[in-house]
């Protein structure tokens, strides 16, 4: 199938391999007592046991693989290129495309400011996750399954599937840009559930910028998801991602949080901007749940069933024949703080604002060792904050910056008239300064 290997096409995992916490060690004699990982099946499953042998390898296939590099300090300086060259990788999203060929086009959605709207968990509700109660993976898909959908896409290029997810009782569904834009121009949306049963639906907005959409449909007993906290999340917190890889309903895979803050680019080829309109930028979630093709759209979870991320692209090897294969352990989601904002404000206006710092930054400079800024918009929130063209941004939010896709992507996770500390480079001297975030 287009986008990736079919089922089984890279064999099934191995003892020990990735998945939720508590898989043991080869060799190590079992799981812990009480482990809410693991389930006594495991022996007479032999996939389940992680101290069993391997029951069956899969071959291993001519030729070498492609090299994947060493990751890239962010504190490391003079190596450029983002995951591009860090990992000799290409980004895909993550969504099945059926006849469109593989590829689901972005396009550029209206930004303008407008009335609030709130969605569950409001500021200072969201449940403490320093605690990360652990749940059973079964338990896990018990509470979520029911508000996770199938997006069936039906186009005059083709037809195509991804994910999406119930976030009110109203009938809103949380989904990618790039799931819901091929419907965009004459296309048709229909929204399946767990349960068979399946309704029409129709495209609320969509930001290309952030690959986010919100649907709406009309279906009663609807069973919205709960919020996370995406700003508390920790590497190695449990993930499990929802939705429909290769077209395969239901499907619920396991991880941990592998990264966070990861700049992740997809679409778009400008050099230059405060990020090109048919890019999306995002300081992504990286978790080693397995995310395919179709998975675009569904929702990433924690420990506790709580929504951290929306899945959205993922790492793959290019194949000998060129084309991008399917899961290597390198998924990317959007954080669902960043999401559920966008969300939000095209549910109150139908569409959304985009954070911005007002200055065009170098995509293409590989020698800075930061995001150099090309120039500053006059009177602007770099402007405000006494930047200037030549300058470049070395840590934004206390957060190292490597290139200029770090910073448009750390810009854009941010509200705006959020107050955040940038560091910057002018000539010989270093200086650091707050910049008040505007808007567009």
Not at 75 to 95: K, T
Not at 198 to 227: C, E, N, Q, W
Not at 240 to 264: E, K, N, Q, W, Y
Request: hydrophobic share 40%; charged share 15%.
């Amino acid at each position: 199938m287009p986008g990736g290997g079919g089922p089984g096409s890279g064999g099934p995992p191995g003892p020990g391999g990735a998945g939720g916490p508590g898989g043991g060690v080869p060799g190590a004699g079992g799981p812990p007592a009480g482990s809410p990982f693991w389930s006594q099946a495991g022996a007479r499953d032999p996939w389940r046991d992680p101290s069993a042998a391997p029951a069956w390898l899969a071959p291993t296939p001519p030729g070498t693989p492609p090299p994947v590099g060493p990751p890239m300090r962010a504190d490391e300086p003079g190596r450029r290129g983002g995951l591009g060259s860090m990992l000799l990788v290409s980004i895909v999203v993550a969504v099945v495309a059926g006849l469109l060929g593989g590829a689901l086009g972005y396009v550029v959605a209206a930004r303008t400011a407008g009335d609030t709207f709130s969605l569950g968990n409001s500021s200072g509700s969201t449940p403490e996750l320093a605690e990360r109660p652990p749940t059973s993976l079964a338990g896990i898909a018990k509470i979520v399954q029911p508000s996770v959908v199938t997006v069936v896409i039906r186009s005059a290029s083709g037809n195509g599937n991804g994910s999406g997810f119930v976030i009110d009782d109203k009938g809103y569904v949380l989904t990618n840009n790039h799931v819901a834009a091929p419907a965009a121009a004459g296309g048709t949306l229909r929204v399946v559930f767990s349960d068979g049963s399946s309704v029409a639906a129709s495209i609320v907005g969509r930001d290309a910028g952030s690959d986010v959409a919100v649907l709406k449909i009309s279906k009663d007993d609807l069973k919205p998801v709960k919020f996370g906290d995406s700003d508390k999340i920790a590497i190695g917190d449990p993930t499990v991602a929802f939705g429909s890889p290769l077209g395969l309903a239901d499907t619920v895979t396991s991880g941990i949080v592998s990264a966070v803050d990861r700049p992740v680019r997809t679409g778009g080829e400008s050099g230059q901007s405060q990020g090109n309109e048919d890019s999306a930028f995002m300081a992504a979630i990286q978790t080693d749940a397995a995310i395919n093709p179709g998975n675009s759209g569904g929702p990433l979870v924690d420990g506790a069933g709580r929504v951290i991320g929306v899945n959205s692209a993922i790492a793959a090897l290019p194949s000998q024949s060129g084309s991008s294969g399917g899961n290597i352990g390198i998924g990317f989601a959007i954080p669902i703080n960043q999401a559920k904002r966008v969300a939000e404000q095209i549910i109150a206006t139908g569409s959304a604002r985009t954070t911005v710092i007002g200055a065009e930054v170098d995509l293409n400079d590989e020698n800075s060792a930061g995001a150099p800024m090309s120039t500053v918009v006059a009177g602007g929130p770099a402007d405000k904050a006494g930047l200037k063209a030549g300058d470049v941004v070395t840590r934004f939010a206390d957060r190292p910056i490597e290139d200029g896709v770090a910073l448009i992507a750390l810009v854009r996770k941010q509200a705006p008239g959020t107050k955040v500390g940038v560091t910057y480079r002018r000539g010989g001297k270093t200086t650091t300064t707050t910049v008040t975030l505007g808007q567009r």
